[in-house]
């Protein structure tokens, strides 16, 4: 699945995905591949698996950075002028 990183709470080392059809989906930092965790951000776009877990329900899995997708602009952001 495809997604976007919705929000992150780095001191306890986890986070939901905003998938394409719009649900959250929770995830975790173990479940992020190849150390790629303090590379996430808020609108970073990311590939996942869905698991259901006995315990936790829906969560994310496999996450990784989607190096196709670039990243969103932030709200508020200024845009880039055209050659800077």
């Not at 649900?23 to 698991?51: C, I, M, S, T």
Request: aromatic residues 6%.
């Amino acid at each position: 699945m495809n997604g976007r990183i919705k929000s992150l709470t780095r001191g306890q080392g986890i986070g939901y995905i905003r998938d394409a059809k719009g649900r959250d989906v929770f995830f975790h930092k173990a479940d992020v591949l190849d150390n790629q965790y303090n590379n996430l951000d808020e609108g970073v776009a990311v590939r996942f698996e869905v698991v259901e877990d006995r315990i936790s329900g829906t969560r994310a899995q496999r996450v990784r950075p989607d190096r196709k997708l670039k990243r969103r602009p932030r709200r508020g952001a200024p845009a880039k002028a055209a050659g800077a």
